[in-house]
């Protein structure tokens, strides 16, 4: 489900500003080789229902350098997304697998977890997901397009539908993002439109890696994406469930033990259930419950916005939670979520590094949004460890680099009207 980024719209490229002027993907080629889908026939697409396909397909894909791995999915009435659609391409064919109809995935799964095979995705943390919970860890190696792409000089978290757009010029349908993808027999339109999803992922896959070779920029990416493999991404225990919660930081004391423990209790009563959070406790409410602290099923009943099925089942274990929670000193709120907001000494250190940015941007040909966001210098200023500035290409290229001017090791001075950044003399 190639989810297209906030803030862009799934084929409607007209508005979306092409890449600035660091650009260094051409456009040629894969322009001839995909032409946009002209009607909705489904005959170029495999469609693997039946248990012998899908060992023909996988023993036809198996030899494959790489995979385009797409899937479709239904999560709105379940705590684990249901997967229900499985898109692979290579340059040869298009292949949509229905794990509905299929009672084993096995030989896909182990075409998958083949660590000699290379899955590219697009944006794949929801499909890494999925497979997290079919074989208990996400697959290992993949290639992320939407990752890859700002080092070409594309625009951050960028589209699928916009990338295929301006890297091959093709113009894709509209996304089905709110088809229901357990329909069956899936409709033309919607099947055609999940082909899509792999069928130009396979050719822009392609192009971003001979990009990322031509610049000596394919090794950049090597931690990124093995974090993405990373199970600890796509385990979600209870414990840890209140820092997803936005405003927690604004609470003390014994409410925000309280809400820690409820944020607990409802993650694995969601799991056991495997019912959506928000059915049972939407997050508004857990911080009214946090804040009021019920102690009676009286009390609890006062409760706007707590559902009257889920005070009935699970009253006493929410009360319950609640006592014991207050009891308890809260888990610390981590300091640069407390006081996000800096000082304004810190926001002039913020304007400096992003000076030093800009040379550096300008040498590597990256747009400095790219190569350092704002919002990033902020969290380094703020002496935030989780900044991306820390990890990856970016702490090589320009991270440490701003550590050593932030401890005054570095210093800034113009010369022949020129920045320079320099060592201190000691
Ligand atoms: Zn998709």
Not at 77 to 92: E, G, K, N, S, W
Not at 113 to 132: M, N, W
Not at 199 to 210: D, E, F, V
Not at 365 to 373: G, M, N, T, Y
Request: glycine fraction near 8%; include cysteine; hydrophobic fraction near 40%.
């Amino acid at each position: 489900m190639l989810t297209p980024a906030a803030g862009s719209q799934p084929g409607s490229s007209p508005d979306w500003k092409g890449p600035g002027p660091w650009v260094v993907v051409r456009q040629s080629a894969a322009r001839l080789l995909c032409s946009p889908p002209m009607d909705e026939t489904t005959d170029d697409i495999l469609f693997v229902d039946r248990p012998g396909a899908l060992e023909a397909l996988c023993e036809r894909l198996r030899g494959s350098p790489w995979l385009a791995l797409d899937t479709e999915f239904h999560r709105e009435t379940t705590y684990r997304p249901q997967l229900c659609l499985v898109q692979i391409a290579t340059p040869d064919l298009t292949a949509c697998i229905d794990p509905l109809a299929l009672e084993s995935l096995d030989p896909l799964l182990d075409l998958l977890y083949d660590g000699g095979v290379l899955k590219v995705l697009h944006a794949p943390r929801q499909d890494l997901e999925i497979f997290h919970y079919l074989r208990g860890a996400p697959f290992a190696p993949v290639f992320d397009t939407q990752l890859a792409a700002p080092l070409l000089g594309h625009p951050d978290q960028a589209g699928f539908a916009n990338l295929v757009g301006a890297i091959l010029g093709v113009r894709l349908a509209k996304a089905h993002t709110r088809a229901d993808w357990r329909r069956r027999p899936l409709p033309a339109a919607q099947l055609r439109y999940a082909g899509d999803d792999v069928r130009y992922l396979a050719p822009l896959y392609q192009r971003l890696r001979a990009g990322l070779e031509e610049h000596g920029r394919l090794d950049w990416l090597d931690a990124e994406f093995a974090a993405l493999s990373d199970p600890a991404r796509y385990e979600n225990p209870p414990e840890q469930a209140w820092r997803k919660l936005r405003g927690a930081d604004r609470l003390r004391g014994p409410s925000l033990a309280v809400l820690q423990g409820l944020a607990a209790w409802r993650e694995r009563t969601a799991s056991a259930e495997d019912r959506p959070r928000g059915w049972l406790v939407k997050d508004d409410t857990l911080f009214d419950l946090a804040r009021m602290m019920p102690a009676s099923d009286q009390d609890l009943r006062h409760v706007r916005g707590l559902n009257e099925g889920v005070v009935r089942r699970h009253g006493v274990a929410v009360l319950e939670s609640i006592r014991t929670a207050r009891e308890r000193a809260p888990e610390p709120v981590p300091a640069h979520r407390a006081g996000r907001r800096l000082a304004p000494e810190g926001d002039a250190l913020v304007d400096l590094l992003m000076a030093v940015v800009r040379v550096r941007a300008l040498e590597h040909r990256l747009s400095p949004a790219v190569l350092a966001p704002r919002p990033e210098i902020e969290r380094l200023v703020a002496g935030d460890p989780g900044s991306v500035l820390h990890t990856g290409w970016r702490r090589e290229l320009i991270g440490e680099e701003l550590g050593r001017v932030l401890r005054g090791e570095q210093a800034l001075r113009v010369a022949e009207g020129a920045l320079c950044v320099e060592p201190v003399a000691p």
